[in-house]
């Protein structure tokens, strides 16, 4: 059964890094519907990319507020795993699906009523929000289908099934990138061809997915066709960690949302360039993602059978690998920078504010690995509240002074400076939830 031979598995660098690339690949694929739009779309205008980065900053917004309906069950489904308590695997993963479905369809039917307002709010003028619109109105269809896949995808993290989740993620978004290349170039749609192109692809993402669970011997052991399971302890455990994560999401979404209202106010150059640096912070903090993912499987899963020891063993080397993470990243955006803008883009003011921006950008590769790889750890010692109180610190301590410095001098680059500063903080105080976990508690059986 998934999960089993996890216990046994030798933990070398390299059996880590073994592990870890079907969990960085997952990670990858599941967000690259907003890069593959963006390089569909970005060569349509720098008025078509703008619009297209006013779409993906809600909807990516919202699937980050709503995280914690994947890292929450991911750590908990691990944890049951590990004491072979497969009942409670099994209500776990119905809580997580019922609770994502239900969210995503709150989700989109607040935004459906107030978008209007939040295009105020970014100050797009009525040329961005028509184009916008186009796509918008789709994506708000598939919203409900996108939240759903991915809490398909983490709990197929948490049941050590992570090849299968990469291979999900993987259909979903050849399929993706095919439907929507020709809705906009063959049948010159556009926007709204890549938001039909999204929806149809999460349509038959969703469908396969659910077939990992209720079909087979899986469906049997967690006993998944039974409609039991309100049970208090879970819905309990389920709720206590959703608040913490919710809390440490919405700081996290309302940098990234700041960020993008300061960007639309600069101008349509500036926020279309911004687009381009966000989709590459992200596609770097989903490959490190990979090694963070599984810091919360193994961390969770050794908790659960007792084993201290092993669990400290394989934070430590993971904590080392983050660092050389983030080095290989910084030199390959270093030694690739024009090609990378080429992906996105042939504008030349672009091009030139995207250069002066770069720097920046690849230097907070180091804390950024960090910061993620400890959050991941975190997750699977199940310390979310602290999480969220420490988010908040470096929200209102660093991201918004250097934010308001980057908008008072209509500066884009103090503006990711704010987000490299934020994800600095997260870095080490991380690292401090970490050390004080494992530190002597009275019994002196813990030490890091």
Not at 324 to 339: A, Q, T, V
């Given at each position: ?308 020891q092993k669990s400290i063993h394989y934070i430590k080397k993971t904590l ?129």
């Open positions: 059964m998934s999960g089993k031979q996890s216990r046994h598995r030798e933990f070398s660098v390299f059996q880590i890094i073994k592990y870890s690339i079907p969990a960085s690949l997952s990670s990858l694929v599941g967000p690259l519907a907003s890069v593959v739009d963006t390089s569909l779309i970005g060569h349509l205008g720098s008025h078509e990319l703008a619009a297209l980065s006013l779409c993906v900053s809600v909807i990516e917004s919202f699937g980050w507020l709503l995280i914690f309906l994947v890292h929450g069950p991911t750590g908990n489904i691990s944890f049951y795993l590990g004491q072979k308590k497969y009942e409670m695997v099994g209500k776990t993963i119905k809580v997580s699906l019922f609770s994502a479905l239900s969210t995503g369809i709150l989700a989109s039917i607040f935004l459906f009523f107030t978008i209007n307002q939040i295009w105020d709010l970014y100050g797009a003028d009525s040329q961005l929000r028509s184009l916008a619109t186009d796509y918008m109105n789709i994506r708000l269809l598939a919203l409900p289908l996108s939240i759903l896949l991915t809490s398909i995808t983490g709990i197929l993290r948490g049941l050590d099934l992570i090849v299968r989740s990469l291979v999900l993620s993987s259909i979903t978004t050849i399929l993706n990138f095919i439907i929507s290349f020709i809705l906009i170039y063959h049948f010159k749609m556009g926007l709204a061809g890549a938001g039909l192109g999204t929806l149809i692809s999460l349509i038959i993402g969703v469908v396969l997915g659910f077939g990992q669970f209720f079909i087979g011997e899986r469906a049997r052991l967690f006993k998944l066709h039974s409609l039991n399971f309100f049970e208090v302890k879970i819905w309990k455990n389920f709720s206590k960690d959703s608040i913490s994560l919710l809390g440490r999401s919405a700081f996290l979404v309302s940098s990234f949302f700041i960020a993008t209202i300061v960007a639309t106010r600069l101008g349509h150059i500036q926020l279309a360039t911004h687009q381009i640096v966000l989709q590459l912070w992200l596609f770097s903090s989903y490959f490190i993602d990979g090694i963070a993912i599984t810091g919360n499987i193994q961390v969770a899963l050794f908790l659960g059978e007792g084993n201290q080392v690998m983050s660092l050389g993470i983030g080095l290989f990243f910084m030199l390959r955006y270093f030694l690739f920078k024009d090609l990378l803008v080429g992906i996105f883009t042939t504008d030349r003011d672009i091009a030139i504010l995207f250069s002066n921006i770069f720097l920046p950008v690849c230097l907070f590769q180091f804390p950024n690995a960090l910061a993620f790889v400890t959050d991941g750890i975190v997750f699977g010692l199940r310390k979310f509240h602290l999480l969220a109180l420490h988010m908040g610190v470096g929200f209102v301590m660093l991201f918004l002074p250097f934010t308001y410095l980057g908008y008072s001098s209509s500066s884009l680059t103090l503006v990711w400076v704010a987000m490299g500063m934020l994800n600095l903080f997260r870095a080490v105080s991380g690292l401090w939830i970490i050390r004080n976990y494992f530190i002597v508690s009275g019994s002196g059986t813990r030490k890091i």
